[in-house]
């Protein structure tokens, strides 16, 4: 029995997935690499986070959005699962926005992130 736990996310673009992780100062492999988990089982992931502990935490792909996928009883990261996953989300859709924005013509004239964790974004184009 798979001890793998499999959390939905809102997650699409890979490439602010992977920014975002950047942007949390956390170093990811690129995959398809296996995820490590209890008793040498394994998962494939697209993104795949290596802890000191030999218990992977990746990032896998079903199909419409990518899943964060570990064994939850060897979590070892300075956040619990939904901190990392909501700080995680917060600069995904940062990255996104930016990426979106940037095609659209638009610059970033101010970013500003706030006490309570937000970050408020101000960009502007010339016409």
């Known amino acids: ?9 809102k997650i ?9 992780l950047k942007g949390m100062d956390i170093d990811w492999k690129e ?4 995820v490590r988990g209890y008793q040498g089982q394994t998962q494939t992931a697209e993104v795949v986070i290596e802890q000191d502990n030999a218990y992977d935490i990746g990032f896998s792909w079903n199909g419409s959005e990518y899943e ?3 064994d939850l009883q060897y979590w070892q990261q300075p956040l619990t699962v939904d901190g990392f996953l909501n700080r995680l989300t917060q600069g ?5 926005i930016l990426d979106e924005t940037n095609k659209q013509g638009f610059q970033v004239s101010e970013q500003q ?5 937000s970050i408020r974004l101000v960009v502007q184009r010339w016409s």
């Open 1 to 9: 029995m798979s001890h793998f736990s499999n959390i939905k996310t």
């Open 12 to 20: 699409r673009n890979l490439s602010s997935l992977k920014a975002a």
């Open 31 to 34: 995959g398809p690499t296996p």
């Open 68 to 70: 964060l996928v570990a």
């Open 92 to 96: 995904y859709a940062l990255h996104t």
């Open 113 to 117: 992130k706030n006490e309570d964790g």
